[in-house]
């Protein structure tokens, strides 16, 4: 199903991403009328959400706001080619990251490093966002969409530009990737740790300060919502001690990267072993690459070891 009613004037729309369901959201809110979303997902599946909001009967020219938790091309893509086309919509996004949507070429360079020749299939089109339409969060910004009165919570460790938002009348708060990866039905939680900036420390703080706001519910960017809250946080938690700890392990013993990838890979794998989906260990990783994970914490433990 591409649209899910999830209560409180919210839907997620699948962006059916690389042609499978389940890998990447973006939350419609409705009320009031005014309409605003948390994610664009990249261009490669602007028709997919243009579809979702067609299904709705909502004009996306009538959406106002676009939020979003950070710059990566499966969480912001999509802005400036959404916001080119319609231009009432103005994007939200914390101030670290803003420079980043008015001049995308080092967004756009880092990517591919990681992605090289399959940065087009996968994300489409990345374009400037016109710095009239970008408005820079800091910690605890409020932003008004309809009737309700969301908060942006700076939270790094994915990144250091992520922030969550906090729907105050629902109790939601939209996780973006810090609460990690889990596709829905599964128990298996995923950290994705890419390049260039994630802080593990950081990173310890944030989930504490998202369970200090007791939401209702985490929704993940990757997928879906999760309601049973402190579970699934302490679960994040223990999955990204127990990567960091695979691949330190591994990196400090010396072990070539190539190699590191390939026993990620398989240690990930055993997580998903037995699963009632074809399809589970390829949307996980659509969701979060294993070597982009084993990249970013080789980058953190050689920084750690080896300050500058
Ligand atoms: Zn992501």
Same mark, same amino acid.
């Given at each position: ?5 999830? @209560?409180? $004037?919210? +839907? ?8 499978? =369901?389940?890998?990447?959201?973006? /939350?419609?809110?409705?009320?009031? $009328?005014? /309409?605003?979303?948390?994610?664009? $997902? ?43 086309? /319609? ?16 001049? =995308? ?17 996968? %994300?489409?089109?990345?374009? !400037? ?24 919570? /700076? ?6 530009? *992520?922030?969550? +938002? ?24 995923? !950290?994705?740790?890419? !390049? !260039? ?24 960017? *990757? ?13 994040? #938690?223990? #999955?990204?001690?127990? %990567? ?29 072993? @037995? ?13 979060? =690459? ?19």
């Amino acid at each position: 199903m591409l649209v899910s009613e999830l @209560g409180h $004037g919210l +839907y997620a729309i699948d962006l059916e991403f690389q042609g499978l =369901p389940g890998v990447i959201a973006s /939350y419609l809110l409705t009320g009031a $009328g005014e /309409y605003a979303l948390i994610e664009t $997902g990249p261009s490669s599946t602007l028709e997919a959400l243009l579809a979702g909001l067609k299904h709705l009967s909502i004009d996306p020219g009538d959406i106002s706001k676009l939020l979003v938790t950070h710059i990566h091309l499966d969480h912001a893509g999509a802005a400036g080619t959404l916001i080119q086309r /319609y231009p009432n919509m103005h994007l939200y996004v914390h101030e670290v990251g803003a420079p980043h949507m008015i001049d =995308p070429s080092r967004l756009l360079a880092s990517a591919e490093r990681i992605y090289g020749d399959r940065m087009g299939p996968l %994300w489409g089109k990345v374009i !400037p966002v016109p710095e009239s339409h970008v408005h820079a969060l800091n910690d605890e910004t409020a932003i008004s969409a309809g009737n309700r009165s969301l908060t942006a919570v /700076y939270t790094p460790g994915h990144a250091s530009h *992520h922030v969550v +938002y906090r729907d105050a009348n629902s109790g939601d708060v939209f996780t973006g990737d810090v609460a990690a990866v889990r596709l829905q039905g599964f128990k298996t939680i995923r !950290p994705p740790t890419p !390049p !260039p900036d994630i802080d593990l420390d950081a990173w310890g703080r944030s989930l504490e300060r998202i369970e200090s706001m007791g939401p209702a519910r985490l929704l993940l960017t *990757h997928f879906g919502p999760q309601n049973d809250v402190a579970e699934h946080l302490h679960e994040t #938690r223990e #999955r990204l001690a127990a %990567w960091a700890s695979e691949v330190g392990q591994r990196y400090l013993a010396g072990m070539d990267r190539d190699q590191i990838v390939r026993e990620l890979r398989a240690f990930a794998d055993t997580d998903i072993a @037995g699963a009632d989906d074809p399809s589970a260990a390829e949307r996980y990783e659509l969701a979060t =690459p294993t070597f982009m994970s084993t990249d970013g914490l080789i980058r953190w433990f050689r920084r750690r070891f080896n300050p500058a």
